[in-house]
């Protein structure tokens, strides 16, 4: 068995590098950058960020960020971030032409970030209404909404 790789807590971390649609490569191979482990956006940051990435069709690193603010912002926000998280891996998922993943995690996603109101609403809406068969449509939609 492959040896994983951890933190100083002993916690899984993947080193591995990985490429623009966040697929890991062989170790040792070029990788695009990554979002670091102790990243903690501010909801303004994490935002803007993933705005920026899903402009470049890289919702994988989007969702990293987004994972980032999940899991180091306040409680009462958790679901929101993750809810956005999820959005973006089935955005990923579209793109790597899995649509039964995407499907599932869109999906999981609308359903977290209906229920922060306006303008969180209006993805939600947007995501459930995505055009599968365009991906790159898919991710400039949800962000102009972001």
Known sequence: MIPRDRDADGKARNQ??????GRPLPRGAEGVERVPDD???????????ARRLLGEERPF??????????????????DLWQGLAQICVGLTHLQRGNQRGAAALLARGAERVSRY????????????ELDVQD?????ARIRDLL
């Open 39 to 49: 990243y903690a956006p501010d909801a303004e940051e994490a935002l803007a960020e």
């Open 16 to 21: 591995r590098p990985r490429d623009a649609f």
């Open 135 to 139: 991906p790159p449509a898919a991710i």
């Open 61 to 78: 690193h989007a969702h990293e960020v987004l994972e980032a603010r999940w899991k180091t912002g306040p409680a009462q926000e958790r």
């Open 117 to 128: 109101g306006m303008p969180y609403e209006a993805v939600a809406l947007a995501t459930r």
